[in-house]
């Protein structure tokens, strides 16, 4: 779609078609015969310890099974862009895709990362299913390019200064690169000092590119750098946010989570308690459920 269109977009010409029904690939080879064309990225915000990295991924997993959903297990090995530099960061991309990999023997789980640098690009697309470009990397041509040309999958999330239609130029980007395997992540928006703002019509505009469009309902509710060195968030209202999403039509929810958020090494404030997070993914389920018999 070129940017005329995409402008046109953000004028009220796209109608909502109650999501795109897309699965990327890495999602859609490993769950042939999930019950629904929707799925989850969800996981800690950064590997802290195997014990409770693999409680959560096994939590994950059985909820995969009870549901017939999708899941992708996500967390960080190495989070480069910390509020202070004293801030845990996690345990590395050795260790920490030794971890991942882990995850994904003992589950079953596809396994999803963010690289920062170009050097990390191809030990991680050696073991990561998906390979994902944080927010504040998304105008990066020559490292955007570099993950592209893995072969992997790539989750692009849309940077919290960009408007929905500025990720057309991002997407092209990847596309130059003969990679087509795209998915985009809504994170919300810049809305002054330590606060963030989510404008559902990102979803069907993004949609209008032809890939899937992800809704992150935890780092939605965010505080960047509301702590002072480090971010704060709400993450009660995290399920709020992500059934709203859900109904505008979003084609998957990420979402961070962890067994005691309070305790958490990373983002705790907007991660959601683990014992929670089947019975929200459930009511996802079934609002999807809804949108899909109005838009057919």
Known sequence: MDVVTVYNTKMGKHETKGGSTMIPTAIRNTFPDAAHDFFIIAGPCVLEDEKTTLTIADTLARIRDDLKVPIVFKASYDKANRTSIRSFRGPGITAGLELLATVRQQTGLPILSDVHTTDEVTPAAAVLDILQIPAFLCRQTDFIQAVAR??????????????????????????????????????????????????????????????????????SVQLPGGQGTASGGQREYAPVLGRAAVAAGADGIFMEIHPDPDTALCDG????????????????????????KETH
């Open 150 to 219: 893995a072969g992997k999958p790539v989750n692009i999330k849309k940077g919290q200064f960009l408007a929905p239609w500025d990720m057309a130029p991002v997407i092209q980007k990847i596309e130059s690169t003969g990679n087509h395997d795209i998915f985009l992540t809504e994170r919300g928006a810049a809305f002054g000092y330590n606060n963030l703002v989510v404008d559902f019509r990102s979803i069907p505009i993004m949609q209008a590119f032809g890939h899937p469009v992800v809704f992150d309902a935890t780092h």
């Open 269 to 292: 404030p907007n991660s959601l308690p683990l014992d929670t997070v089947h019975p929200f993914i459930k009511d996802l389920l079934a609002i999807r459920s809804i949108v899909q």
